[in-house]
Nanobody, 112 residues
Framework: VQLVQSGAELRNPGTSVKVSCKASGYTFINYYIDWVRHTPGQGLEWMGR????????MYAQKFQGRVTFTSDTSTSTVYMELRGLTSADTAVYYC??????WGQGTQVTVSS
């Protein structure tokens, strides 16, 4: 099982970022993918999850209206888009399949 994420991103406040997570080594549509972020101040925060098979999503209340997860079954890739970025969104973002398999993390830095 492998989850490979896109590279580090630098964004200005007020813009958006889209992070990808490409899965391999298992049947992609059979497992939810969770998105989690780690910030120095808040620690680990669960952002939500997506069912890759039908695109069904569940978002943590904190991120409702500001985040969107999508899935592309043709490439076994899920995406996380976060809008309205502020410095508080500076974090390492992870995708995860169950608690056992995690992507390598994507550093997102929000700074003017």
């Amino acid at each position: 099982v492998q989850l490979v994420q896109s590279g580090a991103e630098l964004r200005n406040p007020g813009t958006s970022v889209k992070v990808s997570c490409k899965a391999s080594g298992y049947t992609f549509i059979n497992y939810y993918i969770d998105w989690v972020r780690h910030t120095p101040g808040q620690g680990l925060e669960w952002m939500g999850r997506i069912d890759p098979e039908d695109g069904g999503t569940m978002y943590a209340q904190k991120f409702q209206g500001r985040v969107t997860f999508t899935s592309d079954t043709s490439t076994s890739t899920v995406y996380m888009e976060l809008r309205g970025l502020t410095s508080a969104d500076t974090a390492v973002y992870y995708c995860a399949k169950t608690v056992a398999y995690w992507g390598q993390g994507t550093q997102v830095t929000v700074s003017s």
